[in-house]
């Protein structure tokens, strides 16, 4: 049995931030690489950041490198998206999943379970 729930999504002003979090029902959370991705109404889903199962190899999409941070806890079993200069453009659902292998990939297909997701929505 395995469930992701996302939270800490919201309503924040352009250049504001927020913090989100992926609670992970998963026994041996420590042996998944996690990752983020996101998708907009009429968007096809497209992928934010990842993190290997270690916490010290992370991939960020170009869009958002030097603004947002995957991290996680494996202690808490949690996976965090830190998001700040937050833009309009980056207004979507965002959702995290956990893969079955020591490193991390871009590709959602490659993943075997994922949250239900967060809204973000940032205002101008």
């Known amino acids: 049995q395995v469930h992701l729930g996302e939270s800490g999504g919201g309503l924040v002003q352009a250049g504001g931030s927020l913090r989100l979090s992926c609670a992970a029902s998963?026994?041996?959370?420590?042996?998944?690489?996690m990752g983020w991705f996101r998708q907009a109404p009429g968007k096809e889903r497209e992928f934010v950041a990842a993190?290997?199962?270690?916490?010290?190899?992370?991939d960020y999409a170009d869009s958002v490198k030097g603004r947002f941070t995957i991290s996680r806890d494996n202690a808490k079993n949690t996976v965090y998206l830190q998001m700040n200069s937050l833009k309009p453009e980056d207004t979507a659902v965002y959702s995290c999943?956990?893969?079955?292998?020591?490193?991390?990939?871009?590709?959602?297909?490659?993943?075997?379970?994922w949250g239900q997701g967060t809204q973000v929505t940032v205002s101008s």
């Open positions: 993190i290997g199962r270690s916490g010290e190899s992370t």
């Open positions: 999943a956990a893969r079955r292998a020591s490193l991390s990939t871009t590709t959602f297909r490659t993943y075997d379970y």
């Open positions: 998963i026994r041996t959370f420590s042996s998944y690489a």
